[in-house]
């Protein structure tokens, strides 16, 4: 039986398992990934309130490398949005005219043809009237590859505004990366959510769903959820079932049955109550 991790998120529960996220959640070679980064990726999910079947969070893998756990920018912003201290942010490029004069421009926008992007900048606002500021340089973070090479504006100024919103928030963000961090290929990405098909129960399962309940139930139950066969009932369902049996087999097992009870009782209980004590015969 897959060892699945529940947990609670913004968006409802998710529940992830090794083979669930090699099969449908690995960006690049799913074979290669090792338990113990698959563990490591749960796990972060898991504190961290991700869901990957949203894209807030991708395990990315390229042969025998490292695998990287990053989470996209959407996520960051969202995250911050939900801070009470949190007011905003304005973020954007610096740049270099070709008179040698620095300036730092909001938004994304430079001409390549006479300046030079040499960094970015972000100020995280907050609530109380104070505020963050952070700047990266460009040449720290250009891999001079893939979307670094066609936008680089726009992945320096993201860089900016994910390491200020992790600094502003350091327990919001504690081990989340983007992409543009890590020298990740964004291409790699996909942005569509993904929709995985409920695990139903296995043979084990089913036996012992036959075990505690008995076939005519089972029956009923397919019957009730539209099911043509018992190998379709979900995981979920399963393990909602046999608790549900194990509740009424103790509540069962509590109960008194009077009937049982030696008919004699009912007159000591009748003698019980006229019962008195006799101060004068005590031995004390």
Not at 27 to 33: Q, T
Not at 118 to 147: I, L, P, Q, R
Not at 156 to 177: H, M, N, S, T, W
Not at 246 to 251: A, F, I, R, V
Request: glycine share 6%; aromatic share 10%.
């Amino acid at each position: 039986m897959a060892n699945i991790v529940k947990y609670e998120t913004s968006n409802g529960e998710v529940q992830l398992d090794k083979q669930t996220i090699k099969n449908y959640l690995v960006s690049g070679d799913a074979d290669k990934v090792t338990d113990q980064e698959l563990e490591l990726f749960i796990n972060l999910c898991k504190y961290q309130k991700l869901n990957p079947f949203l894209r807030d969070a991708y395990l990315v893998k390229f042969g025998d490398k490292p695998a990287n756990m990053i989470v996209g920018k959407d996520f960051f912003i969202k995250r911050a949005s939900a801070n009470e201290n949190f007011k905003g942010y304005t973020a954007g490029v610096i740049v270099l005219g070709k008179t040698g004069n620095i300036e730092e421009r909001p938004g994304s926008f430079y001409a390549k043809q006479v300046e030079s992007l040499v960094g970015a900048w972000c100020k995280v606002e907050f609530t109380n009237g104070t505020d963050f500021y952070h700047t990266v340089a460009f040449d720290e973070y250009n891999t001079g590859k893939s979307t670094w090479a066609s936008k680089p504006a726009t992945m320096i100024r993201k860089v900016a505004l994910v390491q200020a919103l992790r600094e502003a928030f350091p327990e919001d963000y504690q081990g989340l990366y983007d992409s543009s961090e890590m020298g990740v290929n964004e291409e790699v990405l996909p942005t569509d959510g993904v929709k995985v098909k409920a695990p139903t129960i296995s043979k084990e399962q089913f036996n012992l769903l036959l075990k505690t309940l008995g076939e005519d139930a089972i029956v009923d139950f397919c019957k009730s959820k539209g099911y043509n066969d018992a190998a379709k009932i979900k995981v979920d369902e399963y393990e909602k079932l046999i608790a549900e049996a194990t509740k009424k087999k103790l509540e069962d097992e509590e109960v008194i049955e009077y009937e049982d009870v030696d008919p004699d009782f009912k007159d000591l209980q009748d003698e019980d109550n006229n019962f008195e004590i006799n101060e004068e015969e005590l031995p004390f």
